[in-house]
């Protein structure tokens, strides 16, 4: 009985109000004129205001650019994070030393740690980094880093030596041996990685605004983060639901498109 | 020495300190030298400020001055005096605990209810994974639009009042606190709910038998077989909500920015609005604060619970 009937139901109706609702309410805001939408309803439109809405928010709202700032960012932080990270949990997995042991906690410690915004900003300040993208991908490669290293070196100790020795006895270096050997095989948990990596940097706003702040360089977050604090805003909710919408796109069709990729990326590599 | 018939690895060559297995092969196999760039990165991006942090705490840097001289504890004893320590620290702590349990609690139902594999449950589990994907501020925002006095929710409830409902969901000083925790809780419950249901597929089914021959109903399984086996996912969901929101801020700052009356002000509002104001070291103060609070509440949080996955 509950199983046939009452456990779907209850999963669909879980879904229409817990999720439905909301996401409900961000699109029909969008769509609305500004005086309809300072009261947020459920209603719909009376005037569907979609083209003119989603267009202010592209040109003053900077669509473009702040999605390619937001690649810009990302991207090669993710490509960084993992290509040191997993070169050095292979080297902290392999190695049974007392130091190799204290590098590793060491490594892992940003996964609960927190960074230090302040005095980070400072650094870039003193290193010229400071509102550049150059910097921001620095800063992400060093806060992830860690959650890289946790993950892949755990994994790593799974693969068996032979493996390597094998590569070796045919006089292969360790370079070799990584990029041939061991890197093909952490194909699910760098998947795990990257998505999480991917996932954290693409909607941040707290530290992009910390180390990009001031300069030329924006993400989507900061430009929606920007059009609903400033005040000339204040009351534009379709304005900010446009936006809204437009800055949770990307990530929404990439997950549809590769979905139950994404979804056994994330448990495969976790699970060890 | 007598006929070596056959020759012997390098490894168990016999050196002056009798026999060694593995000896400097590790040097030449695995070079530490593989783990500059990560940890050089990892060094000044990270470690560095963090270091800076327990020095500039001491001084009065900010962007009034253009020395930066040290001032010993004034900045700590200012912030104590003022109560705003205290406040940020209480807020803080009480999000951080609101966010472990209700979005663990989230995750582990929504894992409960979706664990078949139909068709319905599968759609559902994407359905559920959208919030994650979205921006904690995105998110924010739609809430705050949301619990408005003359917001959705208000005119849900209404609905089934039959009057009308005008609760300021985001208005209160005593409770928002805990609106605010249940928003950041059900855009990330997604997360946690997958992890669930990965670590429910780990449970081999001949002891789920066991407990159904032996007369166990549903209710009594889940606490007694499945919870229990479930703790390594525990483990990670619970510490990492955990310590994650203590470190939170776009939530937060979406929905109340902080208020009503300074009553959601997490740490890192606070920095954020004291940085804003050039207080830079007041906002390391604070960050150092943060950061001390973490490490002395990991280490007891993740011990207790990883010492719960030896329950076998």
Request: net charge positive.
């Amino acid at each position: 009985m509950w199983s046939r009937y009452l456990q779907p139901v209850v999963a669909i109706v879980l879904c229409l109000a817990a999720v439905g609702v909301p996401l409900w309410l961000a699109l029909i805001t969008s769509a609305k004129s500004q005086g309809e939408a300072n009261i947020p309803n459920l209603a719909l439109p009376t005037r569907w205001h979609l083209l003119d809405n989603y267009s202010t928010a592209f040109t003053q709202g900077q669509v473009w650019a702040g999605l390619l700032g937001s690649l810009l960012v990302m991207v090669p932080s993710v490509i960084g994070v993992i290509l040191f990270g997993s070169i050095a949990s292979w080297i902290l997995a392999r190695r049974g030393s007392r130091l190799a042991a204290v590098l590793y906690a060491a490594a892992i410690s940003g996964v609960i740690l927190p960074p230090a915004v302040v005095t980070l900003v400072l650094l870039l300040r003193q290193l010229g980094l400071a509102s550049t993208p150059t910097g921001m991908i620095f800063v992400y490669t060093g806060m992830y880093m860690s959650i890289v290293i946790f993950f892949i070196t755990g994994f790593v100790r799974t693969i068996p030596i032979e493996l390597e020795e094998a590569a070796r006895l045919d006089g292969a270096g360790p370079m070799r041996v990584f990029f041939s050997v061991i890197f093909p095989l952490l194909r699910p948990v760098i998947a795990t990685a990257t998505i999480l990596v991917c996932l954290y940097i693409w909607n941040d706003v707290f530290y992009s605004f910390f180390v990009l702040g001031g300069g030329k360089t924006t993400t989507l977050q900061l430009n929606l983060f920007q059009i609903a604090s400033s005040n000339l805003y204040q009351n534009n909710w379709n304005l900010i639901f446009a936006y809204v919408v437009i800055s949770s796109l990307p990530l929404l069709v990439v997950f549809i498109v590769a979905q139950r990729r994404i979804i056994s990326g994330i448990t495969g590599g976790a699970v060890k | 020495m007598a006929y070596p018939l056959v020759e012997s690895p390098p490894q168990l060559r016999r050196t002056r300190n009798g026999l060694r297995r593995r000896t400097t092969r590790s040097r030449t196999t695995h070079p530490l030298a593989f783990l500059l760039p990560a940890f050089i990165i990892l060094g000044v991006f990270f470690f560095l400020p963090t270091v800076f942090n327990f020095i500039y705490a001491f001084t009065n840097w900010s962007s009034f001055k253009d020395d930066i001289q040290f001032v010993g504890a004034k900045n700590f004893v200012s912030l104590l005096s003022d109560g705003s320590l205290v406040a940020a620290i209480r807020t803080t702590l009480i999000y951080a605990a609101l966010v472990g349990i209700m979005q663990n609690l989230f995750g582990l139902g929504l894992a409960t209810l979706l664990e078949a594999d139909t068709r319905v449950n599968r759609f559902a589990r994407v359905i559920f994974f959208i919030p994650v994907l979205m921006s904690a501020l995105a998110v924010g925002y739609i809430f705050q639009a949301l619990l408005k006095p003359t917001g959705a929710v208000n005119q849900i409830l209404g609905l089934f009042a039959g009057h009308a409902v005008t609760i300021p969901w985001l208005g209160s000083t005593t409770w928002t606190l805990v609106v605010v925790a249940f928003v950041n809780s059900w855009k990330w419950a997604g997360l946690a709910m997958i992890i669930y249901l990965a670590g429910l597929k780990t449970i081999p089914e001949d002891v789920l038998e066991a407990a159904r021959m032996d007369g166990a109903g549903p209710w009594k399984t889940f606490f007694r077989v499945k919870f229990p086996l479930l703790a390594p996912a525990v483990t990670f969901n619970f510490a990492t909500a955990l310590l994650g929101s203590l470190n939170g801020f776009d939530t937060v700052q979406a929905t109340t920015a902080g208020g009503p009356a300074q009553t959601t002000e997490v740490l890192n509002i606070y920095i954020f609005q004291i940085f804003g104001y050039g207080l830079y070291a007041q906002a390391t103060t604070m960050s150092l604060v943060l950061f001390l609070m973490v490490l002395i509440l990991a280490f007891p949080i993740v011990g207790y619970l990883r010492k719960r996955e030896h329950v076998l």
